[in-house]
Protein backbone atom coordinates (compact mmCIF):
# COMPACT_ATOMS: atom_id res chain seq x y z
CA UNK A 1 0.00 0.00 0.00
CA UNK A 2 1.61 3.40 -0.82
CA UNK A 3 0.49 6.93 -0.76
CA UNK A 4 0.22 7.87 -4.28
CA UNK A 5 0.25 11.16 -6.58
CA UNK A 6 -2.55 11.58 -8.88
CA UNK A 7 -1.76 14.14 -10.93
CA UNK A 8 -4.66 15.74 -13.46
CA UNK A 9 -4.43 18.12 -16.95
CA UNK A 10 -6.84 19.64 -17.93
CA UNK A 11 -6.19 21.34 -21.70
CA UNK A 12 -8.03 24.43 -21.22
CA UNK A 13 -5.60 26.24 -19.37
CA UNK A 14 -3.13 23.58 -18.62
CA UNK A 15 -4.54 22.52 -14.98
CA UNK A 16 -1.51 20.14 -12.89
CA UNK A 17 -3.11 19.44 -9.47
CA UNK A 18 -0.84 17.29 -7.28
CA UNK A 19 -2.98 14.54 -4.74
CA UNK A 20 -2.36 12.07 -2.37
CA UNK A 21 -3.95 9.20 -1.91
CA UNK A 22 -4.13 5.50 -0.88
CA UNK A 23 -2.00 4.19 2.01
CA UNK A 24 1.65 3.06 3.01
CA UNK A 25 2.90 1.70 6.21
CA UNK A 26 5.85 0.37 8.22
CA UNK A 27 6.88 -2.09 10.98
CA UNK A 28 5.86 0.71 13.55
CA UNK A 29 2.43 2.24 14.18
CA UNK A 30 2.64 5.97 16.26
CA UNK A 31 1.15 4.37 18.74
CA UNK A 32 3.73 3.94 22.38
CA UNK A 33 3.85 0.31 23.11
CA UNK A 34 5.68 -2.21 21.29
CA UNK A 35 4.36 -4.78 18.99
CA UNK A 36 3.76 -7.98 20.28
CA UNK A 37 2.16 -11.47 18.77
CA UNK A 38 -0.88 -11.32 18.03
CA UNK A 39 -1.36 -15.16 18.87
CA UNK A 40 0.23 -14.36 22.27
CA UNK A 41 -1.98 -11.02 22.97
CA UNK A 42 -5.08 -12.59 24.17
CA UNK A 43 -7.19 -10.03 22.57
CA UNK A 44 -11.21 -9.91 23.30
CA UNK A 45 -12.26 -9.43 19.90
CA UNK A 46 -11.23 -13.34 18.67
CA UNK A 47 -9.91 -11.20 15.33
CA UNK A 48 -6.57 -12.30 16.52
CA UNK A 49 -7.22 -15.98 15.20
CA UNK A 50 -7.43 -14.39 11.25
CA UNK A 51 -4.28 -14.42 9.22
CA UNK A 52 -2.89 -10.79 7.81
CA UNK A 53 -4.46 -11.46 4.73
CA UNK A 54 -8.07 -11.94 6.46
CA UNK A 55 -7.81 -8.83 9.14
CA UNK A 56 -7.08 -6.75 5.96
CA UNK A 57 -10.22 -8.06 4.18
CA UNK A 58 -12.44 -7.30 7.07
CA UNK A 59 -10.97 -4.00 7.45
CA UNK A 60 -12.32 -3.03 3.95
CA UNK A 61 -15.28 -4.50 4.45
CA UNK A 62 -16.02 -2.17 7.64
CA UNK A 63 -14.78 0.53 5.61
CA UNK A 64 -16.88 0.02 2.75
CA UNK A 65 -19.93 -1.04 5.06
CA UNK A 66 -18.98 2.68 7.26
CA UNK A 67 -19.35 4.81 3.60
CA UNK A 68 -17.26 7.68 5.05
CA UNK A 69 -14.28 7.96 6.58
CA UNK A 70 -11.83 11.16 7.12
CA UNK A 71 -8.13 10.68 5.86
CA UNK A 72 -5.19 12.73 7.24
CA UNK A 73 -1.25 12.45 6.89
CA UNK A 74 1.33 12.73 4.25
CA UNK A 75 5.07 12.40 3.21
CA UNK A 76 8.25 14.36 4.05
CA UNK A 77 8.99 17.57 6.22
CA UNK A 78 9.53 21.10 5.55
CA UNK A 79 9.46 22.24 2.37
CA UNK A 80 9.61 18.59 0.80
CA UNK A 81 5.82 18.08 2.72
CA UNK A 82 3.16 17.06 1.17
CA UNK A 83 0.28 16.29 2.82
CA UNK A 84 -3.84 15.65 2.79
CA UNK A 85 -7.06 15.91 4.69
CA UNK A 86 -9.95 14.87 2.96
CA UNK A 87 -13.18 13.66 3.93
CA UNK A 88 -14.27 10.75 1.44
CA UNK A 89 -17.99 9.93 1.61
CA UNK A 90 -19.38 7.30 -0.97
CA UNK A 91 -18.10 9.02 -4.60
CA UNK A 92 -17.69 12.54 -2.61
CA UNK A 93 -14.72 13.71 -1.56
CA UNK A 94 -13.73 16.91 -0.17
CA UNK A 95 -10.60 18.89 1.81
CA UNK A 96 -7.29 20.27 1.46
CA UNK A 97 -3.67 18.67 -0.28
CA UNK A 98 -0.35 20.71 0.48
CA UNK A 99 2.17 20.58 -2.13
CA UNK A 100 5.52 22.25 -2.68
CA UNK A 101 4.65 24.60 0.24
CA UNK A 102 1.21 25.25 -1.54
CA UNK A 103 -2.10 24.36 0.01
CA UNK A 104 -4.91 23.39 -2.37
CA UNK A 105 -8.64 23.08 -1.74
CA UNK A 106 -10.36 20.15 -3.65
CA UNK A 107 -14.40 19.50 -3.64
CA UNK A 108 -15.67 16.53 -5.69
CA UNK A 109 -19.58 16.13 -5.66
CA UNK A 110 -22.21 15.41 -8.38
CA UNK A 111 -19.43 14.09 -10.79
CA UNK A 112 -17.87 17.40 -10.95
CA UNK A 113 -14.60 18.18 -9.57
CA UNK A 114 -13.65 21.61 -8.06
CA UNK A 115 -10.72 23.10 -7.23
CA UNK A 116 -9.05 26.33 -5.15
CA UNK A 117 -6.11 27.45 -5.15
CA UNK A 118 -3.45 30.39 -5.14
CA UNK A 119 -2.41 32.44 -8.05
CA UNK A 120 1.13 30.90 -7.70
CA UNK A 121 -0.06 27.38 -8.38
CA UNK A 122 -2.68 28.47 -11.49
CA UNK A 123 1.17 30.40 -12.52
CA UNK A 124 3.54 27.32 -12.10
CA UNK A 125 0.74 25.20 -13.70
CA UNK A 126 1.20 27.48 -17.21
CA UNK A 127 -2.00 29.74 -16.74
CA UNK A 128 -0.81 33.65 -17.79
CA UNK A 129 -0.72 35.78 -15.16
CA UNK A 130 -3.72 38.14 -16.14
CA UNK A 131 -5.83 34.76 -15.88
CA UNK A 132 -4.04 33.32 -12.91
CA UNK A 133 -4.99 36.92 -10.98
CA UNK A 134 -8.79 35.77 -11.45
CA UNK A 135 -8.57 32.57 -10.25
CA UNK A 136 -6.39 33.19 -7.22
CA UNK A 137 -8.38 32.03 -4.12
CA UNK A 138 -11.50 31.13 -6.30
CA UNK A 139 -13.27 28.51 -6.66
CA UNK A 140 -12.79 26.91 -10.54
CA UNK A 141 -14.77 23.82 -12.02
CA UNK A 142 -11.99 21.35 -13.27
CA UNK A 143 -12.72 20.73 -17.29
CA UNK A 144 -13.79 17.06 -17.73
CA UNK A 145 -10.85 16.48 -19.85
CA UNK A 146 -9.09 16.61 -16.48
CA UNK A 147 -10.79 14.58 -13.91
CA UNK A 148 -9.47 11.34 -14.64
CA UNK A 149 -6.95 11.31 -12.14
CA UNK A 150 -9.49 12.26 -9.50
CA UNK A 151 -11.81 8.80 -10.24
CA UNK A 152 -8.99 7.43 -7.84
CA UNK A 153 -9.76 9.76 -5.20
CA UNK A 154 -12.64 7.84 -3.79
CA UNK A 155 -13.80 5.86 -1.02
CA UNK A 156 -14.09 2.94 -3.32
CA UNK A 157 -10.70 3.08 -4.33
CA UNK A 158 -8.94 3.17 -0.80
CA UNK A 159 -11.36 0.17 -0.11
CA UNK A 160 -9.84 -1.67 -3.49
CA UNK A 161 -6.02 -0.62 -2.22
CA UNK A 162 -6.95 -2.38 0.82
CA UNK A 163 -8.37 -5.86 0.18
CA UNK A 164 -5.70 -5.68 -3.41
CA UNK A 165 -2.34 -4.13 -2.06
CA UNK A 166 0.82 -3.49 -4.86
CA UNK A 167 2.89 -6.42 -2.32
CA UNK A 168 2.13 -9.36 -1.04
CA UNK A 169 0.20 -9.27 2.91
CA UNK A 170 2.07 -11.81 5.25
CA UNK A 171 0.20 -14.21 7.47
CA UNK A 172 1.56 -13.63 10.57
CA UNK A 173 -0.52 -10.54 12.51
CA UNK A 174 1.06 -8.80 15.64
CA UNK A 175 -0.63 -6.09 18.19
CA UNK A 176 0.34 -2.64 18.95
CA UNK A 177 -1.50 0.21 20.72
CA UNK A 178 -2.81 3.47 18.89
CA UNK A 179 -3.75 6.31 20.59
CA UNK A 180 -4.13 4.06 24.07
CA UNK A 181 -6.27 1.03 22.07
CA UNK A 182 -5.37 -1.65 20.94
CA UNK A 183 -4.93 -2.63 17.63
CA UNK A 184 -4.41 -5.59 14.75
CA UNK A 185 -0.89 -4.86 12.88
CA UNK A 186 -0.94 -6.50 9.03
CA UNK A 187 2.46 -6.40 7.69
CA UNK A 188 3.41 -6.26 3.86
CA UNK A 189 6.28 -8.34 2.39
CA UNK A 190 7.47 -4.54 1.55
CA UNK A 191 7.35 -3.98 5.04
CA UNK A 192 4.20 -1.23 4.93
CA UNK A 193 1.56 -1.88 7.62
CA UNK A 194 -1.96 -1.64 8.56
CA UNK A 195 -3.21 -1.34 11.99
CA UNK A 196 -6.76 -1.83 12.74
CA UNK A 197 -9.20 -1.72 15.47
CA UNK A 198 -8.81 -5.00 17.91
CA UNK A 199 -12.47 -4.47 19.37
CA UNK A 200 -15.61 -3.66 17.87
CA UNK A 201 -15.98 -2.81 14.40
CA UNK A 202 -12.11 -3.78 12.36
CA UNK A 203 -11.80 -0.28 10.76
CA UNK A 204 -8.81 0.30 9.11
CA UNK A 205 -7.44 3.08 11.45
CA UNK A 206 -3.53 3.62 9.99
CA UNK A 207 -1.18 3.02 7.22
CA UNK A 208 2.55 3.22 7.15
CA UNK A 209 5.57 3.18 5.00
CA UNK A 210 8.92 4.65 5.33
CA UNK A 211 9.77 3.82 1.79
CA UNK A 212 9.65 6.92 0.87
CA UNK A 213 9.56 9.67 3.20
CA UNK A 214 7.45 8.18 5.98
CA UNK A 215 4.52 7.88 4.76
CA UNK A 216 1.51 8.03 7.12
CA UNK A 217 -2.19 7.91 6.72
CA UNK A 218 -4.76 8.12 9.54
CA UNK A 219 -8.13 7.01 9.13
CA UNK A 220 -11.05 8.20 11.64
CA UNK A 221 -14.52 9.31 11.87
CA UNK A 222 -15.54 6.31 9.84
CA UNK A 223 -19.41 6.12 9.07
CA UNK A 224 -19.84 10.13 9.89
CA UNK A 225 -22.33 12.11 7.76
CA UNK A 226 -20.36 14.77 5.89
CA UNK A 227 -21.44 17.80 4.78
CA UNK A 228 -20.15 18.12 1.30
CA UNK A 229 -22.00 20.38 -1.49
CA UNK A 230 -20.85 22.74 -4.60
CA UNK A 231 -19.28 25.84 -3.52
CA UNK A 232 -21.33 29.14 -5.00
CA UNK A 233 -20.68 30.49 -8.64
CA UNK A 234 -17.58 28.77 -9.17
CA UNK A 235 -15.25 30.05 -12.17
CA UNK A 236 -15.64 27.95 -15.55
CA UNK A 237 -12.45 27.72 -17.11
CA UNK A 238 -14.03 26.94 -20.70
CA UNK A 239 -15.48 30.91 -20.39
CA UNK A 240 -12.69 32.49 -18.59
CA UNK A 241 -10.97 35.10 -20.68
CA UNK A 242 -7.81 36.40 -20.27
CA UNK A 243 -8.25 40.41 -18.80
CA UNK A 244 -12.25 39.78 -18.33
Same mark, same amino acid.
Given at each position: ??????????????????????????????????????????????????????????????????????????????? %?? @???????? $? !?? /?????? &?? #?? *??????????????????????????????????????????????????????????????????? %?? @???????? $? !?? /?????? &?? #?? *????????????????????????????????????????????????????
Amino acid at each position: MQIRRLATAGATAGLAAVLLAGCGGDEETTGEASSSSAAESGSESGATDQTGPEVASAAADALEEAGSVHVTGGTGAGA %EA @ETVDLVMQ $G !ED /VSGTVT &TG #GL *TLSLLRTGGVVYLQAPGDFWTASGVPAEVAGQLDGAWVVVPEEGTAGFEELTLATLVDQLRNPDTEI %ED @EVTTDELD $G !EE /VLIVTQ &TD #GS *TLAVAAEGEPYPLQLENTDDGNQTLTLTEHGEQFDIVAPEAPIDLNTLQPGA
